[in-house]
């Protein structure tokens, strides 16, 4: 799977329970996954009460989600360098304090849709702050033999986030209406304010910058953090194997819809497929996180990637619908025995004076991975058809699977 230390007793979910600096990073996570679906939602919610040009009338919603995910393509990469200058602690405080007063300025301020996109883009700017300080903390508060599960555990809460977030945040946002003409607004800041609150009291020791470090060079940072992924090949590696990862459920995403529809199910309902990968993807960091110690330099990665080929391609066959759902929670079972040790890795292989630039390198690449998919897998099936689309991501998936273990187990050869 990945080099590192043999097992431990002080391993799996007991261990991360006592630990309380880490819990309280995974207290402050839930908040704000809770608080960004929850938003999202509102969001779009709040394109009725707000005026437009007549001329972007019809396209709202879409020049929104516009406004959401173009920060995580523009500042991922550059987020990352502030990340390794600044303290941690301090970006992640900081991050859900600004996108709570963010928040507030919206009941605040004119009700015109310009003012609801800038506002709706300064807090996914914002949050390219928060996900790689997130991620580099976890070294951090975590013991090495620890971090798989660590891995997991957060796999897990993002996860279930996508599964539960959605289910709840209209209920939420209902009840919060009842708290007066701004209670959804409120509810929000509460969260993000709560999420502040935990991150505050993480005692999260860090190796001091100078003051000399701390002025940033863009241009020269973003070339050594590209000069350390080129040099460190299992980073590498391990990157391309977690965007392959991202670009199959971007492109799932898309032809969900069509697969619905095959195994019985009507349009609307392809987030139950979408819900059935989520529950598959739980499950193995479930696994992984409490037994990952048995699983020790196991191909886990090669595992995940053909059964996920497999799956892709027998989807091609499948008119059963209980059939489909179980193929897709295999699917997503899969998709944790690449994410879960390759973020393990990532952490495990990078130092702590480069963890902001690699991983706001991942987000930035993740965020691309999933943007190309997204705008090429509906044309694509329009034009081939879904079968054909399917069994061609099969291949892709399966041999780039094979690519990744291959090359993978070659560098750690040569490093032994």
Do not use: C
């Amino acid at each position: 799977m990945f080099p590192g230390k043999t097992p431990t007793e002080g391993s799996g979910f007991r261990a991360l329970l006592k630990n309380r600096p880490f819990l309280m990073l995974w207290s402050g996570q839930v908040l704000s996954q809770v608080a960004d679906k929850v938003l999202f939602i509102l969001l779009i919610a709040l394109l009725e009460s707000y005026h437009s040009p007549r001329a972007f009338a019809n396209s709202m919603r879409s020049t929104l989600m516009v406004a959401f995910t173009l920060p995580a393509i523009f500042f991922g990469s550059a987020a990352g360098i502030f990340v390794d200058r600044i303290p941690k602690k301090q970006i992640l405080v900081f991050s859900n304090l600004i996108r709570g007063l963010l928040m507030l300025a919206i009941p605040i301020l004119p009700k015109q849709f310009i003012i609801l996109l800038v506002i709706t883009f300064a807090i996914s700017t914002v949050t390219q702050f928060f996900a790689p300080a997130e991620q580099a903390a976890i070294p951090l508060l975590v013991r090495r033999e620890n971090l798989m599960t660590a891995n997991a555990l957060f796999t897990t809460t993002l996860m279930g986030s996508l599964i539960v977030g959605f289910a709840v945040g209209e209920p939420l946002l209902s009840l919060a209406r009842t708290w007066g003409a701004y209670g959804q607004e409120l509810l929000i800041v509460g969260l993000y304010l709560l999420a502040t609150a935990v991150m505050q009291f993480i005692p999260l020791k860090e190796t001091a910058v100078s003051p000399q470090e701390v002025a940033v060079h863009p241009l020269s940072d973003l070339k050594e953090g590209l000069r350390y992924l080129w040099k460190n090949r299992l980073v590498w590696n391990a990157m391309v194997q977690m965007t392959i990862l991202y670009s199959v459920f971007a492109a799932l995403t898309v032809v969900a819809i069509d697969l619905a529809e095959e195994i019985g199910l009507k349009p609307t309902q392809f987030g139950f497929l979408l819900a059935a990968a989520g529950v598959g993807m739980v499950a193995g960091a479930g696994v992984l996180g409490h037994w990952g110690d048995r699983f020790h330099n196991k191909p886990l990665p090669l595992l995940g990637f053909l059964s996920m080929g497999f799956v892709l391609a027998v989807f091609t066959f499948t008119k059963d619908l209980w059939l489909g759902l179980a193929l897709s929670a295999l699917l997503g079972l899969g998709a944790s025995l690449i994410g879960v040790p390759m973020q393990t890795l990532i952490q495990e292989q990078t130092p702590e004076t480069m963890r902001g630039k690699v991983f706001g390198f991942q987000n930035n690449a993740a965020n691309i991975a999933l943007s190309l998919p997204l705008a090429l897998a509906g044309p694509l099936t329009d034009r081939f058809g879904l079968r054909l689309v399917l069994l061609s991501m099969s291949i892709i998936v399966s041999v780039g699977g094979v690519w990744a273990w291959r090359s993978t187990r070659k560098v750690l050869q040569d490093v032994i």
